[in-house]
């Protein structure tokens, strides 16, 4: 009943909250509703994908773009073409909703978020044995700021990790699949997921084989070509992408390039980072799940452990690791030392510091940065050209002019949510939990 009530509160608080923001749809001004700028380019890549074109080339995902932010009443930069940097079989749900006017659609993936966020804070709280609220506050400060501002896949990805950790510790093999399918938006978290599983639950092998093969088949049926380009060109690129926006990005390949390693070593040492890592938190699950008695630490201690490192990685993909710090705070005893800093790094991890970096009231306070050689202004975009082209053009000519934070400045703002990640790393390692609880 306490479950319940706390479901049935917290389910009216995003009711609310989606009946406010579909209030924001007011032509010319920027927002969560009018330019949600991620959905916009999942929502074209879906129409192009609809209309038999490939989704990952400047048309006809430019032209979609624009006319989406005419819609608004908004402009757009023809040089900044935003890529949709997601499999096939992702891009097939995003088909569906550009079958519908621009505004409509954006308000309906605002709803679907909302409710993900909501299966979220459900689906933690049973895991975890807290209370509701305080799940709530913790996934709402980490996904709400970004994610739903932006309309971000990754509240569909939490929900996925959290159900399948549901399902885990149940037996459950059909909520097994079920989160393992909605955490597969996110390619490079649901391989932790899906791996753990196969590797430390044998009881749902079987069922997760056979969703895997569904989920190739229907990705296949895209066209093989369009699979192979997005192994072979879109996820390389897109990786690469972003290395120069060290201010945004908190992965290892971009740390590195910061320090003055170059690119191509840069992106090697972070593609290995994220295997290792990928190794060493199905080690630790392993033990967990020993130790503990609970199989939802298969899943969740390695979709944790890819996020220190890696070679892409983005401050609202880090609410990955949420439902693994509050697990371990439910099964810690109150009060003592090792609960205490779960807490800590749950809070450090909620946090959204790099979106209070870019609040106005931060980035109007510091000084404008002198840039040492910046690249020249991006070219324009070309129709045939990979969309991860001119994106990466626009990034590398824009993101060192666009923060005003020194290199020092912009690494004491991820240390928090790095310390997090590292903490909840060691204390898996020593949970015992309580096997009663959890059995």
Request: aromatic residues 8%; hydrophobic residues 55%.
């Amino acid at each position: 009943m306490r479950y319940g009530l706390g479901a049935l509160a917290v389910a009216l608080f995003f009711a609310a909250a989606f009946a406010f923001a579909s209030t924001l749809w007011v032509p010319g001004r920027d927002g969560p509703v009018t330019n949600p700028l991620d959905f916009r380019a999942f929502y074209c890549a879906g129409a192009a994908l609809g209309t038999g074109h490939d989704p990952y080339l400047v048309e006809p995902l430019r032209s979609c773009e624009r006319a989406t932010l005419v819609s608004a009443g908004l402009r757009m930069d023809p040089r900044r073409v935003l890529p949709a940097p997601l499999p096939p079989y992702a891009l097939l749900g995003f088909a569906a909703l550009a079958r519908l006017p621009y505004r409509i659609a954006s308000e309906a993936w605002l709803a679907l978020s909302l409710t993900a966020l909501s299966l979220s804070i459900w689906a933690v709280a049973l895991v975890s044995r807290l209370r509701p609220l305080p799940v709530a506050l913790a996934l709402f400060a980490s996904l709400g700021t970004a994610s739903l501002a932006y309309g971000q896949v990754v509240p569909m990805a939490v929900a996925g990790l959290a159900l399948s950790a549901l399902g885990a510790r149940r037996g459950d093999g059909r909520l097994v699949v079920l989160g393992c399918l909605l955490v597969s938006i996110e390619p490079h978290l649901a391989l932790p997921a899906w791996l753990g599983l196969l590797v430390l639950v044998p009881a749902v092998r079987v069922p997760l084989l056979l969703a895997g093969i569904g989920l190739a088949a229907v990705s296949l049926g895209c066209g093989p070509a369009l699979n192979v380009e997005y192994v072979s060109s879109v996820l390389p690129a897109h990786a690469r992408s972003e290395v120069m926006e060290f201010g945004g990005q908190y992965s290892l390949t971009s740390l590195l390039w910061s320090l003055g390693t170059p690119i191509p070593p840069a992106l090697a040492a972070g593609s290995l980072c994220y295997v290792v890592m990928l190794g060493v938190g199905i080690a630790i699950a392993r033990g967990a799940v020993a130790r503990a008695g609970d199989r939802a630490f298969a899943v969740l201690v390695p979709a944790a452990a890819v996020l220190l490192g890696g070679p892409f990685l983005h401050d609202h993909q880090l609410a990955a690791a949420l439902p693994l710090g509050l697990t371990l705070a439910g099964g810690f005893a109150a009060g003592s030392r090792p609960w205490l800093a779960t807490v800590v790094a749950v809070v450090l991890l909620a946090v959204p510091w790099q979106s209070f970096a870019e609040f106005s009231a931060v980035v109007d306070r510091l000084p404008a940065r002198a840039v040492a050689a910046a690249p020249p202004d991006p070219p324009a975009a070309l129709p045939g050209q990979s969309a991860e082209i001119p994106y990466t053009a626009f990034v590398d000519a824009f993101a060192d002019r666009d923060d005003r934070r020194t290199r020092l400045e912009q690494t004491l703002w991820k240390l928090p949510s790095w310390l997090a990640l590292l903490a909840l790393g060691g204390l898996a390692v020593r949970f015992e939990g309580r096997r009663r609880a959890f059995s």
